[in-house]
């Protein structure tokens, strides 16, 4: 029954491979989010989606590419991996309206490339 | 431009001393703010909003507008209060993103 899952939760992996991480969300909320926390534990927004459709995009590498195939999912797909690409990728969700700001993390997952 | 400031990056207590865990916010629109929480091996969760003006696990942050601040506090801190504190800005409306500041680290020495 858990709310936000990511998997996997750890990915070690080589420079220049390509490199996946699916994320759902069994809230029935509508809007998605990726965030990346660097080694600092800085946390810092990627992308977002809102009913499947691409909201939010930060100046993010377009090695980065997020898809999401419906509501409750929202995946993370990485090009050319780079040794600065290595961190924790946090997803999260939130519902609709006013006053419900309140965003539901997955676990997270570290990713390292060697 | 908008942005969520934490100073300090760790913050160290004793047991039952009062904790105050900073955060400034730069932001022209009317701020929505929030701390976060994330305890060691578990996810990051909201610990209170400014909107719900609540007291939550004993800790409180009230939005003061003319400072610009949202600082976490705590009359007497306990061991399990030790972990990473998120204060956090909400901006572009119904998009919901949350900008975040570094974090602050509570520990709260026995």
């Known amino acids: 029954d858990t709310a936000v899952s990511q998997t996997p939760k750890y990915l070690v992996t080589q420079m220049g491979n390509d490199k996946s991480i699916k994320c759902e969300q069994n809230?029935?909320?509508?809007?998605m989010y990726w965030y990346k926390q660097d080694s600092k534990k800085f946390l810092k927004i990627m992308f977002s989606?809102?009913?499947?459709?691409?909201?939010i995009n930060e100046t993010v590498p377009n090695r980065f590419s997020p898809k999401s195939p419906d509501k409750a999912h929202l995946n993370l797909h990485i090009n050319s991996l780079e040794l600065g690409d290595s961190a924790v990728y946090f997803c999260?969700?939130?519902?609709?309206?006013?006053?419900?700001?309140?965003?539901?993390f997955g676990e997270g997952s570290r990713l390292t490339v060697l | 431009a908008q942005r969520v400031t934490q100073p300090e990056k760790l913050l160290s207590v004793f047991k039952g001393a009062p904790v105050e865990l900073k955060c400034n916010y730069s932001?022209?629109?009317?701020?929505?703010l929030f701390w976060y929480v994330q305890y060691s091996r578990q996810r990051l969760q909201l610990l209170l909003r400014?909107?719900s003006r609540e007291s939550i696990k004993g800790f409180t942050a009230d939005l003061n507008k003319g400072e610009t601040s949202f600082h976490l506090k705590k009359p007497f801190a306990q061991e399990e209060d030790s972990a990473m504190y998120y204060c956090a800005l909400r901006v572009g409306g119904n998009t919901g993103k949350l900008i975040f500041g570094q974090g602050t680290t509570l520990q709260v020495k026995p």
């Open positions: 932001y022209s629109g009317s701020p929505e």
């Open positions: 400014h909107i």
């Open positions: 809230l029935g909320h509508d809007t």
């Open positions: 999260a969700s939130r519902g609709q309206g006013r006053g419900t700001g309140e965003l539901f």
């Open positions: 989606y809102n009913n499947k459709e691409l909201i």
